[in-house]
């Protein structure tokens, strides 16, 4: 390229600042005005440093992206499989990342997703032929698939990597969430073996586990308008409803297995070991999403939370976290899907401090406005609880709306406590003093079931008061005071919770 020549991709990069000839630099720093663009420039850098150093030796996302995801839960016991029944599966190798990376992923592509972007996580797969639907035969570009979308896919059952590229294909076209779709589905597959539903309810759709056929009719049908697709795209609450009050089911067993909260589907997480992502999920504002509180690991696997004390502070900070980088229009991907190398000799390594650091300097090399953890806190609690009374106008944002289904907290079924006997037996004679010997799995279900119900309870309240919230989760007055958010019509909207 000739000298002085900008070249599109470059804009918006950091990556080589220094020694960039084309100009492109000043071209980004006339576009957003930065106070100091050399303070971005140098925080900038160390990142792109860490991605291009660490990344091939800690999460691959530049090889895979989320994908890498697939093959780490499986190993703790945490991908979904069969709703949420299981958290691994002897097929998982048919869809994890190794298996996409050899045979699908595009390699050597421009990243569509963030122009300029030296981490480029977002992976396509060029060429795929197409088997079903409108556009059966034609060869297209299907972008990712991500961790959600494989690990929806053994939530299904359905462990095949051309159909996760052809489900994923048409959930983006059609504008369709491949979370709640696949969520949705395993939850209507279960009741489907259950008995709740038959073949008269589905149009002759058989949809056990592993259908996949099936599921992409369903998905046609969601599409289209038609048939029992119509009834499976309302989403997992609607359906337990008609159910319910149509065909006289269990409303009991409906709720404990369909995963849902707040009318949202869970993502893509067994977290029947993890109190703190159990809470996460179900008390986040929007439903039961990872994006507020990804506790899971730090939870289960790295034991950085023992106490509920602990876990109320994470889950104070993380989602109050999460929302101000959202709100600041920055990427999660590069605050902990790449680490520092000495992240673990810090005090808080679990925060990723330096890479926090990093982000306040972007803002401060932005606005020229200084920023530590605590004005950060403050900046992402105002909004944080106006969001949460804007689900208390809603109707929602209560003590009530915070549960979890019992499915994301323990076995539901003989089947499911089996599957994993020796660790709740060991939990019931370590924990509560418990002899098994002689009970009944439907016994010892019930004496795990009323522990864990009591646990969830307890860090319920632990959450709540670390929030400033009152015991029925609503902000309290003197929080929105101590926020400069406390507007007439806010305080009389909490008060009555409070009187």
Not at 22 to 51: C, F, S, W, Y
Not at 104 to 111: E, H, I, L, S
Not at 151 to 165: K, P
Request: charged share 30%.
């Amino acid at each position: 390229m000739p000298f002085g020549e900008v070249d599109p991709h470059c804009v918006g990069c950091t990556s080589c600042a220094y020694i960039c000839p084309t100009g492109a630099i000043e071209i980004v720093d006339d576009l957003n005005d930065p106070v100091d663009p050399q303070m971005i420039r140098d925080h900038g850098m160390k990142v792109n440093a860490e991605m291009a150093t660490l990344d091939p030796y800690q999460f691959r996302m530049r090889k895979v992206g989320t994908a890498n995801i697939v093959e780490v839960m499986d190993k703790y016991d945490l991908l979904p499989v069969h709703n949420y029944k299981f958290g691994q599966h002897v097929d998982t190798p048919k869809i994890d990342s190794k298996r996409l990376q050899a045979e699908y992923f595009t390699q050597g592509q421009a990243d569509a997703c963030c122009k300029g972007c030296s981490m480029a996580c977002a992976k396509t797969v060029d060429g795929f032929e197409l088997k079903t639907g409108p556009y059966k035969g034609e060869r297209v570009c299907v972008d990712g698939p991500e961790y959600e979308t494989s690990a929806g896919g053994a939530n299904m059952g359905c462990f095949d990597a051309d159909f996760i590229e052809e489900f994923n294909f048409y959930c983006d076209t059609y504008g369709l969430d491949t979370i709640s779709v696949a969520t949705t589905i395993a939850f209507v597959m279960e009741c489907f073996e259950n008995g709740v539903i038959n073949e008269s309810h589905t149009g002759g759709l058989k949809l056990n586990f592993g259908a996949m056929d099936a599921v992409l009719t369903l998905l046609h049908q969601m599409a289209d308008g038609e048939g029992f697709g119509v009834d499976v795209g309302q989403g997992i609450r609607w359906l337990k409803e008609k159910w319910i009050r149509e065909l006289g089911a269990d409303e009991k067993f409906l709720n404990d297995i369909g995963m849902e909260v707040k009318g949202l589907e869970v993502s893509e997480y067994v977290c029947k070991e993890s109190l703190a992502q159990q809470a996460g999920y179900a008390m986040a504002n929007k439903g039961p999403q990872h994006d507020e509180a990804w506790l899971i690991f730090m939870d289960m696997v790295n034991n950085q939370l023992p106490s509920f004390e602990d876990k109320a502070e994470a889950l104070h900070y993380m989602p109050l976290w999460r929302t101000w980088f959202g709100l600041m229009g920055l990427c999660k991907i590069v605050w902990n899907d790449v680490v520092p190398a000495d992240n673990a000799l810090t005090d808080e390594p679990h925060k990723i401090p330096d890479h926090v650091y990093n982000y306040f300097k972007f803002f401060e090399g932005m606005t020229g406005i200084e920023l530590d953890e605590d004005k950060m806190l403050d900046q992402s609690a105002r909004v944080y609880n106006l969001q949460r009374i804007m689900n208390r106008m809603l109707g929602f944002g209560t003590r009530k709306d915070d549960y979890m289904p019992y499915r994301g907290m323990g076995p539901v079924t003989v089947e499911e406590y089996e599957s994993r006997a020796d660790r709740y037996d060991k939990q019931l004679k370590e924990i509560l003093g418990i002899d098994t010997d002689g009970k009944s799995v439907e016994e010892k279900m019930r004496l795990l079931r009323e522990y864990r119900e009591d646990q969830y309870e307890k860090v319920m309240d632990a959450v709540y008061k670390r929030r400033g919230w009152t015991r029925n989760g609503v902000p309290t007055i003197e929080r929105l005071k101590e926020l400069g958010i406390d507007l007439p019509e806010l305080v009389d909207l909490v008060r009555a919770d409070q009187e």
